[in-house]
């Protein structure tokens, strides 16, 4: 089991640029979400996906951010254009299926400085 | 009200001692409760899970569930510096929307 892959883990970009992170869960799993967590305001839901559709978005800050799943390997989260204060760690999580009781397995997480 | 409340802490416990950590939340239909574990710079890590009133016993730790209080809690036996970490309680929102609170920063001195 490789858990859930995000790259890069790391990005350092200057304002008014576009920023694309990209998660693969785990084999099997059909739901994903997205996090994002900062000092102040904590681990914040952005989105999350049941089978590669958008179910929940109303955590997205903006239309700056923009989430797609287009198979159940990958999802990308864009910010366009990125501000300061997107500067946060965001996490891809997935799990095993659509009811109540399934844990979230997280990734390492990509730590984006936006200058 | 915060959807999922936590004391932040920090929480220091000497090595050995019991460790008991709290949580509250407001959604009274909430069903899953999560406890996870974040070491500085990593990724949470699930450690518990609770869906029914009363205690639930895992090696050294049990989380305990009031669904009446809305109020959740862990407590880690005989702590080990290799406990200190902040602790995230999660509670699902609905179908499957997880919560999370801000975390208690857990520090165990030897």
């Known amino acids: 089991d490789a858990g859930v892959i995000q790259s890069p883990r790391h990005e350092v970009t200057e304002m008014g640029q576009e920023v694309t992170l990209r998660c693969k869960p785990i084999s099997g799993h059909n739901s994903l979400f997205w996090y994002r967590q900062t000092m102040m305001r904590g681990l914040e839901l952005l989105i999350y996906f049941n089978n590669n559709v958008p179910i929940d978005d109303s955590g997205m800050p903006e239309d700056r951010f923009s989430a797609k799943m287009p198979n159940a390997s990958f999802s990308t989260l864009k910010i366009q254009p990125s501000e300061p204060r997107d500067s946060a760690v965001y996490f891809c999580?997935?799990?095993?299926?659509?009811?109540?009781?399934?844990?979230?397995?997280f990734g390492n997480g990509t730590r984006l400085t936006v200058t | 009200q915060k959807e999922v409340e936590q004391n932040s802490g920090p929480l220091s416990v000497p090595e050995g001692a019991i460790a008991s950590l709290n949580c509250t939340y407001s959604?009274?239909?909430?069903?899953?409760f999560f406890w996870y574990r974040q070491y500085s710079g990593k990724s949470p890590e699930l450690i518990m899970s609770?869906?029914?009133?009363g205690d639930k016993e895992d090696g050294r730790f049990t989380a305990q569930l009031n669904k009446a209080s809305q109020y959740v809690s862990l407590l880690i036996r005989d702590s080990q510096p290799s406990d200190s970490a902040t602790y995230l309680c999660a509670v699902t929102q609905g179908a499957q929307k997880l919560v999370f609170g801000q975390g208690t920063r857990l520090t165990i001195n030897p």
């Open positions: 609770i869906y029914s009133n």
């Open positions: 959604d009274r239909v909430s069903q899953s």
């Open positions: 999580a997935s799990s095993t299926r659509s009811s109540y009781n399934s844990p979230l397995h």
